[in-house]
Nanobody
Framework: QVQLVESGGGLVQAGGSLRLSCAASGLTFSIYAMGWFRQAPGKEREFVAAISWNGGDTYYADSVKGRFTIFRDNAKNTVYLQMNSLKPDDTAVYYC??????????????????WGQGTQVSVSS
């Protein structure tokens, strides 16, 4: 059974940083593409970042480009999201996702098969 467990969320002031982690089990992590999405209250889930199986390709939403970095450690079955220069608009529940491939519609929730339960990130102004 595939499990994705996010951690690292919390409350931070605007301009601060957080690093999210997503530990995967029940799949061959090193051959899976991984992604991060987020969902703010009253809004749809939106794409944040994605990374290919070997870390060679990364993708970002325009809203986080230059501030967030996605990276992975295949030896630890973990993908990370380093978030810098956080803004109140970044407040959301952040979800980890997995799929065997980076598909054409990687920026949509439907393109991902496995999901974690989410971790709350709150940014105060």
């Amino acid at each position: 059974q595939v499990q994705l467990v996010e951690s690292g969320g919390g409350l931070v002031q605007a301009g601060g940083s957080l690093r999210l982690s997503c530990a995967a089990s029940g799949l061959t992590f090193s051959i899976y593409a991984m992604g991060w999405f987020r969902q703010a209250p009253g809004k749809e889930r939106e794409f944040v970042a994605a990374i290919s199986w070997n870390g060679g390709d990364t993708y970002y939403a325009d809203s986080v480009k230059g501030r967030f970095t996605i990276f992975r450690d295949n030896a630890k079955n973990t993908v990370y999201l380093q978030m810098n220069s956080l803004k109140p608009d970044d407040t959301a529940v952040y979800y980890c996702a997995a799929h065997r491939y980076i598909t054409t519609y990687y920026y949509t929730s439907a393109a991902w098969i496995h999901w974690g339960q989410g971790t709350q990130v709150s940014v105060s102004s």
